[in-house]
């Protein structure tokens, strides 16, 4: 039924790129927005990013924004997370999640989440 994979994790050395994908099937909604959320250990999940269904509404926590892109390709039904410049502190299991609403002052997630894949920052 509904599935989200992600893929794309792995270990980097401080100041270096990874980049995540994100692929849905199963869903019979394909016009949704989608998005990142990671949670570190011992820590609460958190927004990370959020894109609309046409990539023209994107949204970024305020300590990835400079070094974060997020976007999708709607053709394959896949979301990516470019990140670079990558910290320590950016270490987490990254989660996809889709049905997200993207409002003025705030990100709602949705009812679908991947297993995640993991992000670790070390050096």
């Known amino acids: 039924q509904e599935q989200l994979v992600e893929s794309g994790g792995g270990w980097v050395q401080p100041g270096g790129s990874l980049r995540l994908s994100c692929t849905a099937s199963g869903f019979t909604n394909t016009n949704a927005a989608m998005g990142w959320y990671r949670q570190a250990p011992g820590k609460e999940r958190e927004f990370v990013a959020a894109i609309s269904w046409d990539s023209t509404i994107r949204r970024y926590q305020a300590a990835v924004s400079n070094r974060f892109t997020i976007s999708r390709d709607n053709s394959k039904n896949t979301m990516y997370l470019q990140m670079d410049s990558l910290k320590i502190e950016d270490t987490a299991l990254y989660y996809c999640?889709?049905?997200?609403?993207?409002?003025?002052?705030?990100?709602?997630?949705?009812?679908?989440w991947g297993q995640g894949t993991q992000v670790t920052v070390s050096s």
């Open positions: 999640n889709t049905d997200v609403e993207i409002g003025e002052s705030a990100i709602t997630a949705g009812r679908y």
